[in-house]
T-cell receptor, first 110, second 117 residues
């Protein structure tokens, strides 16, 4: 079942601007992961944040996690046209299962 | 990183036929494989979880007799869509996990696009 809600569903920005995507979930988690998917392709793992972490960075990516609000955000700084893709959050609880959010379709215009 | 392949990458079939999709972990042993379905502009929906050598666990609403899953080895799982109908047209993605994964990481295949005419 799909646990997460992501907003916005679609986001269009100019190259160089920052893009922020949000993810909310309902149940307790062990960790939350963000994935990227280019159109018609598989998923690429971007970053994982554990439930006891609040913020994590990887290159131009910054992820925050607020377990009290059951929400996470993904910030892409200085966006590039090549960042155009769909971005999904996925939560991991008991077992080895991932539950995906609805995704945000990001378009970065050159 | 770990590589997961899927074959075929796309398939077109006639209504009523069966289609088999393979998912392979190329450089690691996958004790667990997952099958997802993704409709256009939607998220991934987990269909089933399969563990090597045992029966797959299907998510609610997924017909096990229609979507046959076989996980015969630690590197191969297959999904067979039986008596396919146009509404089965979708993007099918597999992923593979290992017991050594410390944080439930799954490695995703590139997906298979199924079109049923």
């Amino acid at each position: 079942s799909q646990q997460g809600e992501e907003d916005p569903q679609a986001l269009s920005i100019q190259e160089g601007e920052n893009a922020t995507m949000n993810c909310s979930y309902k149940t307790s988690i062990n960790n939350l992961q963000w994935y990227r998917q280019n159109s018609g392709r598989g998923l690429v793992h971007l970053i994982l944040i554990r439930s006891n972490e609040r913020e994590k960075h990887s290159g131009r990516l910054r992820v925050t996690l607020d377990t009290s609000k059951k929400s996470s955000s993904l910030l892409i700084t200085a966006s590039r046209a090549a960042d155009t893709a769909s971005y999904f959050c996925a939560t991991s609880g008991a077992g080895n299962m991932l539950t995906f959010g609805g995704g945000t379709r990001l378009m970065v215009k050159p | 990183g770990a590589v997961v392949s899927q074959h075929p990458s796309w398939v077109i079939c006639k209504s009523g036929t069966s289609v088999k999709i393979e998912c392979r972990s190329l450089d690691f042993q996958a004790t667990t494989m997952f099958w997802y379905r993704q409709f256009p502009k939607q998220s991934l929906m987990l269909m089933a979880t399969s563990n090597e050598g045992s029966k797959a666990t299907y998510e609610q609403g997924v017909e096990k007799d229609k979507f046959l899953i076989n996980h015969a080895s630690l590197t191969l799982s297959t999904l067979t869509v039986t008596s396919a109908h146009p509404e089965d047209s979708s993007f099918y993605i597999c992923s593979a996990g290992t017991v050594s994964s410390s944080y439930n990481e799954q490695f995703f295949g590139p997906g298979t696009r199924l079109t049923v005419l």
